[in-house]
């Protein structure tokens, strides 16, 4: 966990004093050793990673797990980025991986508790479910954690996230069709949960300190 760690002092003379380069030289640089730089390709999709994760998870703390350790496999691989789908798509297919493989893990030793205990599993509470009726944003992210994960996934990416069809079906390994299947399913699904158009706020939060407190560990971790 990250959350009583200290904040690391990055390089800050490696980074450059523009921020407008594109994803790809960012990769570029970081590859050729100016590993600084990965904390900037964190900070402009920390937000969207995060959200992926959490959909999948639905726990703040392990998905924030599942990220640090995400990051970790998109430092190391990123020499192999070949550019066939933009680098947003590719990180996030990394840590939509990471978080699935976190799911299964804990879904077989729900199962396994299960059998030995010859009764079902607890249910699982989230931090939505006890914030449920505080406010719009709860609301609609309680609604969202109910979703079965196929819709869940989708739903998250394409309209919290609003990434593309395309995008969606490149991340989750599906048919563009199959995305926009589950999209509607899951939308309608939620509508039902809400009984009300969904508000303004914006659900699952990753900036500020948090945002700041993920850079700050993994660069720590990769600059030491």
Not at 59 to 71: F, N, S
């Amino acid at each position: 966990m990250i959350r009583d760690l200290h904040e690391a002092e990055l390089r800050v003379d490696e980074l450059p004093r523009h921020s407008d380069m594109s994803d790809e030289e960012l990769a570029r640089r970081v590859v050729a050793g100016h590993t600084a730089l990965f904390s900037v390709l964190m900070r402009r999709h920390n937000q969207q990673l995060y959200r992926a994760v959490r959909a999948i998870l639905g726990d703040d703390d392990e998905a924030e797990d599942a990220l640090q350790q995400a990051y970790f496999a998109i430092f190391r691989s990123l020499g192999g980025f070949e550019g066939r789908a933009q680098l947003s798509t590719w990180m996030t297919r990394i840590a939509v991986n990471e978080a699935f493989g976190r799911h299964r893990k804990r879904r077989r030793a729900r199962e396994l508790r299960s059998e030995l205990e010859s009764s079902p599993p607890p249910p699982l509470s989230t931090p939505a479910d006890a914030a449920i009726g505080r406010e719009l944003a709860a609301m609609v992210e309680e609604a969202i954690d109910e979703l079965p994960e196929t819709y869940r996934v989708v739903v998250v990416l394409r309209d919290v996230q609003e990434l593309t069809t395309q995008e969606v079906a490149t991340i989750v390994g599906a048919s563009v069709e199959g995305v926009r299947v589950r999209l509607h399913r899951g939308r309608s699904m939620v509508r039902e949960r809400l009984r009300e158009r969904i508000g303004t706020s914006e659900p699952f939060p990753f900036a500020g300190h948090r945002c700041d407190r993920m850079v700050a560990w993994v660069m720590a971790q990769l600059l030491s």
